[in-house]
């Protein structure tokens, strides 16, 4: 049992060498040979002390046996005596110089001394000798690990596993495959160690990190317990605990946790955590407090310069902060708040070459949803949005209290043209933070985008009382307000908007409500101050010539407009062209000029009609084969003024000239052009007593066969002779007649 190796023996080893020696059968080597078992028992236990005397004996009875001397040097190793042990270890070589154990011994003090070229002969050396010797590969690979060379350290760790499993070496195969970035096959490796090992606490934090690092806190936080439930007084668990909460924004839960572990241990790092935490709460004198308290542990300590650093930086004082930044990185290269702080100094300059390289890193070493978010504007100013959306998803992920994330993330989505999400980030933005009228307006617009005038104008309504004088926003609603034709309250924008700047878009824009809201007047007053300010304004003048057509319309019985609708002609009549305001009372030289366009003032007078003749009247160019409907009302009679803009064929004594229609119903009525007498003309109704010729027809084509007893005149009641032009009973010329025919050409106020 003595030569028993077995570390769990331990104690039975001890007892056997005991025994053993007490015999006065050994002596010289042999008795030293005993000593030495039974020193590397007392090793395998921890009692260091008696193991170092034991093997001193042995080496004074047995000089030249080396496992002695390679045994005493591990035993000044664990004692943190390198010099003793490099000798120890040199001696066994000399004295055993194959054998690789030594070698691999020697390559670990070497490497702890920063002797890397040394241990990697060593490492080197040992392979050679042993292929198969599993702890030279592991030994190798976390030398690489601490130079940075993490795809040879992960090789080496493969190979280590193919030639002997064991929990530990998994574990270092997960940290350096979590150091390279590859999580997902080192949380496989921390998997298989917790499963080589279920009670080891080591492994199921290793886990817990980085699903933290990935972003599932649940399943991290789990993990955590379970490793509690093992251990409950393990302040590392408790540690990274807070540090998960912390992560995910839960910073009142994790300096609750943070206050455990001090209670376990009163640690710098401890300390520092908390002070980050308190810092970034705006506990300001907290965190002093705790910096305090690191200075007196370590006066020497430098983790106190990087929240130095970021007081500094809050303060605007960026040398300052970056002074005490770059010390702290300079101590500790892996310090993520620090690297965060140093780069969030770099983004306030706008020097974001620097900033990202800062930010990168500390993202890699498990820096929260700030850093994410810091770094998507670097993106968003690069113009890369893919990556910039990409780690606002991540903030959000491992953060999602900030109101701020989902602004950002919806103005993304809204330059990618994903409107469905950016509309559902503005709803989380404003439920953390309703009072945001710019998020408000933003959603206004894109829900009346949508449709959903209501909600716009309920959005509007709401950045209004925050921002009242917005006249974008006033501008917005009014808008919407015209989509849902409440157009009373659209005036009511469109004064304010006029007052802050009357243009002529904009006293367009009231016009149209006003005559939305059948307010003729206004709305010709708003169209004619628009046409003032900008003669181009065709939208003005069309809106303005269609005016008179429109109000007539507003006062037309439901019943005569549904009779007008039924009587539509067959063939399509011309294209509706918007009238201009004709003024004619009499040929002069006013008419060689266009007419005005100031419809809405002119009132077309009732025309005369005979006394004898009552003809029913019908509306000029609706043709109807069988039935003639009556139009109810009559116009009024008034003997003693003329019809206005009435152009006959025949002399001025003729008195059976046909009244003009009645404008009972002009809107039916299609406009169309006026016909010269070259031109064929449709037929329409005779407006004379019935069985006798159309008179004003006959003078100028005499009289017609019983199968064409009447011709329908032109819709603008005016007829040419073949020497005599007449308009109304004033004799023209032909000029003056073609410049008045012209002047008509778009008009439909006779009808």
């Keep these: 049992m003595c030569a028993n190796q077995t570390e769990s023996a331990a104690a039975e080893r001890i007892a056997a060498c005991d025994q053993l020696l007490k015999s006065s059968s050994l002596s010289g080597k042999p008795a030293g040979v005993a000593y030495a078992l039974r020193g590397l028992a007392y090793l395998d236990r921890g009692d260091v002390p008696h193991g170092i005397a034991d093997l001193d004996r042995a080496i004074t009875l047995a000089p030249d046996f080396a496992p002695a001397y390679q045994n005493r040097g591990n035993a000044w190793y664990a004692r943190g005596n390198y010099g003793r042990a490099i000798a120890d270890y040199d001696t066994a070589i000399r004295l055993d110089p194959d054998d690789a154990s030594a070698y691999v011994n020697r390559a670990t003090v070497r490497r702890d001394l920063g002797y890397n070229d040394g241990a990697f002969e060593d490492y080197a050396k040992a392979i050679s000798l042993n292929p198969r010797h599993a702890r030279a590969f592991s030994g190798r690979g976390e030398l690489y690990m601490r130079q940075g060379n993490y795809p040879r350290a992960v090789s080496d760790f493969e190979q280590s596993l193919r030639i002997e499993p064991r929990a530990g070496e998994l574990m270092l195969l997960g940290q350096a495959r979590a150091e390279s970035g590859d999580l997902g096959r080192a949380l496989t490796a921390y998997g298989e160690a917790a499963r080589m090992d279920p009670q080891s606490v080591a492994a199921l934090n290793a886990q817990a990190s980085v699903l933290s690092k990935k972003g599932d806190y649940t399943q991290a936080m789990a993990l955590y317990d379970r490793a509690v439930r093992i251990d409950p007084n393990l302040p590392a668990t408790y540690k990274l605990r807070a540090q998960t909460l912390a992560a995910k924004g839960d910073r009142k839960r994790a300096l ?34 705790d910096i305090g308290h690191i200075s007196k ?61 800062d930010l990168d890193r500390a993202i890699e070493l498990g820096a929260g949803a700030a850093v994410y978010r810091d770094r998507s504007k670097i993106y968003r100013k690069r113009g890369d949005n893919a990556k910039a959306l990409a780690d606002l998803d991540q903030a959000i ?200 366009t100031a419809v809405a003032d002119v009132t077309v007078p009732e025309p005369a009609v005979k006394a004898e003749a009552k003809p029913v009247v019908k509306p000029a ?131």
């Design 621 to 751: 160019s609706v043709v109807v084969a069988e039935a003639k409907p009556k139009i109810d009302a009559k116009p009024a009679v008034k003997p003693q003024q003329k019809p206005e803009l009435t152009a006959s064929t025949g002399p001025p004594t003729a008195q059976a000239t046909a009244p003009l229609p009645p404008r009972a119903a002009p809107a039916a009525i299609p406009a169309t052009q006026p016909e010269t007498a070259a031109r064929p003309r449709k037929p329409e109704p005779s407006q004379s007593t019935p069985g006798e010729p159309d008179k004003a027809t006959s003078r100028v084509h005499g009289e017609h066969d019983d199968t064409n007893k009447s011709r329908a005149r032109t819709k603008d009641h005016f007829a040419k002779s073949s020497t005599e032009y007449y308009i109304g009973k004033q004799r023209v010329s032909e000029a003056q007649y073609r410049r008045f025919m012209r002047g008509l050409k778009f008009t439909d106020a006779f009808r």
């Design 297 to 357: 542990l370590n006066p020497d300590d430098t983790s106190a310069l990087a929240l130095r650093g970021a007081m500094a930086a809050r303060k605007n004082d960026y040398d300052h902060a970056l002074a005490d930044l770059d010390k702290a990185i300079a101590a500790d290269p892996n310090d993520a708040f620090a690297l965060s702080e140093r780069g969030r100094v770099y983004v306030a300059r706008n020097d974001d070459a620097k900033a990202l390289p």
């Design 397 to 596: 992920q491992r953060d999602p209290a900030p109101a701020s994330s989902y602004f950002d993330r919806a103005v993304l989505r809204k330059v990618k043209g994903d409107g469905s999400g950016e509309l559902a980030d503005l709803n989380e933005a404003l439920k953390r933070e309703p009072n945001n009228g710019g998020a408000l307006y933003e959603r206004g617009l894109l829900r009346k985008s949508k449709g959903d005038s209501a909600g716009a104008i309920a959005d509007f309504d709401s950045a209004l009382k925050l921002s009242p004088g917005k006249i974008e926003i006033v501008r917005s609603r009014a808008a919407a307000l015209m989509e849902r034709k409440d157009y009373a309250k659209a005036i009511g924008d469109f004064d304010r908007i006029v007052a802050g700047e009357p243009s002529a878009q904009n006293y367009y824009q009231r016009g149209l409500a006003y005559a939305g809201n059948h307010d003729a007047a206004k709305a010709a007053a708003d169209f004619k101050t628009a046409l003032a300010k900008d003669r181009k304004l065709a939208d003005a003048k069309r809106a303005l010539d269609r005016l008179p057509a429109d109000s007539k319309a507003w006062k037309t019985p439901p019943a005569q407009k549904q009779d007008i609708a039924a009587n539509k002609p067959v063939e399509p009549a011309p294209p509706a062209v918007q009238p201009p305001q004709v003024t004619a009372a009499a040929p002069s030289a006013a008419e060689d000029r266009p007419p005005e």
């Design 256 to 289: 609750k946790e943070i206050d455990r572990v001090l209670k376990f241990t009163w640690t710098t790092e401890a300390l520092k955590l908390r002070a980050q935490w308190r810092y970034a709460d705006g506990d300001v004198n907290g965190a002093m407090s």
